[in-house]
């Protein structure tokens, strides 16, 4: 089996990228229709208040998963050989349809999740695994 070679600052990277991702897939992207399918009131201020207070531990939390995914992700991409941008965000698709899709979609099943509330979410780690890939093979190569 191939070795996998890690580069932390990518990893890093992955991580800051995917931040900023969240950042504009749930703000100007799909905000409104992600708020309005979870039942939030963007103009409920007491509500908005609450939901700022428990930010700063979620986003320290998404942080360090992002970490986890793209450290993961290094080595697919060292096992699977990637060493080009296409390569490594087809790695990145494979295991987001491999893992993330089934986990995600089950759970959204059983819980009477929306389909385009599940399609959100679960787009999000699509394009998030994607440019993961992309940038830990063409880094590491």
Not at 66 to 79: D, E, N, P, R, T
Not at 96 to 117: D, R, V, Y
Request: proline share 3%.
């Amino acid at each position: 089996m191939p070795v996998a070679t890690v580069n932390y600052a990518a990893i890093i990277v992955c991580g800051i990228i995917n931040m900023a991702l969240g950042f504009l897939w749930y703000g100007p992207i799909f905000g409104k229709q992600w708020s309005k399918m979870m039942g939030i009131d963007m103009s409920d201020k007491h509500k908005m208040k609450e939901m700022q207070k428990k930010a700063g531990p979620a986003y320290i939390v998404m942080f360090i998963c992002s970490l986890v995914m793209a450290y993961i992700l290094s080595h697919f991409i060292g096992y699977a050989m990637a060493k080009t941008a296409i390569d490594g965000a087809a790695t990145g698709f494979w295991a987001w349809l491999g893992f993330i899709l089934p986990a995600t979609l089950g759970n959204a099943m059983f819980t009477g999740k929306k389909l385009q509330l599940w399609m959100i979410d679960c787009g999000y780690y699509l394009v998030s695994l994607l440019i993961f890939g992309a940038i830990l093979a063409v880094w590491v190569a």
